[in-house]
């Protein structure tokens, strides 16, 4: 996450994210919920938990268009073809470098459906478990969970590469490059975007929007979470997550947040000092919202 810079008014920084192989599913639990025809697994913590060490343990920094970052969008692609996703693997220049947007498909999935994004990239010396390997953790934890299922329809499951500031003064470079790219058809057509960042160290979970768009992806999110029994406050933030780019381009958009921590930006940002089960709560939060997803939501968010 990637708060706005500092102005004359001292605001708090808004702490506004190749390698293993996981074993089967697990049991079903009374989380899970019907979807259509098939039930949907619980949100098993144990499984997120282990991306989490893999991205900020075992790769560690993640510094955007370094090498860091380049394996942790390798590892997310990797898990994502596993699971039976179309992966696609879109770079682009910053700093000088290359980073990426890794974009994950089911077949047969929706032309224009949800966008749900979590970004890989660290700043400088932080392993960056809370910012943001807990959000990528969740997106894969997702997929894990619907692949195969009705709500894979209605999801496009993004690690988005450079997310926080860089040396040429830029954040949130590869949602904005993700939006730029996109025709005015697919402006108009997508759905919406929710951005997991920054998830797994606080309480309760805010459900956040720039106000720069409608507020219906967001305002559903919360009301969805709740509904499972989630404390959940919803927010306008600041420019400071990957929604940023999609509702300054009109698309109605999310952040889930966990609040601010203390370790944010820094070395301390380990697994040992982020909170399991916070990382676990946000995770049930983000299976509700995406299990509610439908055709008819897609329609009330696309007319918004």
């Known amino acids: 996450m990637t708060p706005r810079r500092p102005v004359a008014v001292a605001v708090a920084a808004l702490a506004c994210a190749s390698l293993v192989q996981l074993p089967p599913s697990g049991a079903q639990t009374p989380d899970a919920r019907p979807a259509g025809a098939e039930a949907i697994g619980a949100f098993e913590r144990d499984r997120a938990l282990r991306h989490v060490r893999v991205l900020a343990r075992r790769i560690g920094v993640r510094v955007r268009g370094r090498p860091g970052e380049r394996r942790g969008a390798r590892y997310f692609a990797a898990r994502m073809r596993d699971l039976g996703y179309d992966v696609a693997v879109r770079e682009f220049d910053?700093?000088?470098?290359?980073?990426r947007n890794v974009v994950a498909t089911w077949p047969g999935a929706l032309r224009y459906p949800v966008v749900?994004?979590?970004?890989?990239?660290?700043?400088?010396?932080s392993p960056g478990a809370n910012d943001n390997a807990s959000g990528v953790a969740i997106l894969l934890e997702i997929a894990r969970l619907i692949a195969d299922r009705p709500p894979a329809r209605f999801v496009k499951l993004v690690a988005f590469g450079s997310e926080e500031y860089g040396t040429d003064g830029r954040h949130h470079v590869g949602s904005q490059v993700f939006v730029n790219r996109l025709d005015a058809?697919?402006?108009r057509r997508t759905p919406g975007m929710v951005s997991v960042d920054m998830v797994a160290d606080g309480r309760p979970l805010v459900?956040?929007?720039?106000?720069?768009?409608?507020?219906?992806?967001?305002?559903?999110?919360?009301?969805?979470?709740?509904?499972?029994g989630i404390r959940a406050r919803f927010e306008t933030t600041c420019d400071c997550s990957d929604n940023g780019p999609f509702e300054r381009a009109g698309i109605p958009g999310a952040f889930l947040w966990s609040g601010r921590e203390p370790n944010y930006h820094l070395p301390s940002d380990t697994v040992r000092n982020m909170s399991p089960r916070d990382l676990h709560r946000s995770g049930r939060a983000v299976r509700a919202f995406v299990v509610a997803l439908s055709e008819r939501m897609i329609r009330r968010f696309r007319d918004r």
């Not at 910053?94 to 980073?99: A, H, I, M, N, W």
């Not at 749900?116 to 010396?125: E, F, K, Q, S």
């Not at 956040?208 to 709740?226: N, Q, S, W």
């Open 94 to 99: 910053v700093d000088g470098r290359t980073s």
């Open 116 to 125: 749900i994004g979590a970004h890989v990239d660290t700043v400088a010396r």
């Open 185 to 187: 058809r697919a402006r």
């Open 207 to 228: 459900v956040g929007t720039t106000g720069l768009a409608p507020a219906i992806v967001a305002r559903t999110a919360v009301r969805r979470i709740r509904k499972a």
